[in-house]
């Protein structure tokens, strides 16, 4: 199994590789930071699994599933981009988004990644009322779910 790569100056939010003074190789830093923050900023994820995906091309992510194994070990909820031929890890931070291809959602990172499930449509009929209440209500609580809207205060 591979390590992830630990560079000894990283940025606070993502752990991009800092450049120090004297820095030999600085080409490999750059293009690994590049790397991360093209990935992180695309927003996209190919699907959600806990088993790497053999041979798969540089650029691809994936969010990681609980139980993941292999090289994705103890890496839970993480990103893991493909670059060089090599996985790199990004934890996700409160607020982190990503639309992920499989499953044709955003996902929003507040603790665990969650996705905004679809409401109950009313069908129509005699509660036709209390059936629409009930989809705006489950509506609004997805989309609070998903942080587009500000938790309810008492």
Known sequence: MSE???YPSRTDSLGLPLLFAGQAQKEFFINQAMSLVDAVI?????GALDTPPP???DGTCYRILDGATGEWSAMEDSLAIRVGGAWQFVSPRRGMQAYDRANQCWYFFDGAWVCAGEPTLPEGGLVVDVEARAAIAQLIDELRKVGLLAPQTP
């Open 4 to 6: 992830p790569i630990i």
């Open 42 to 46: 695309w927003h996209v994820v190919e």
């Open 55 to 57: 041979n798969p091309p």
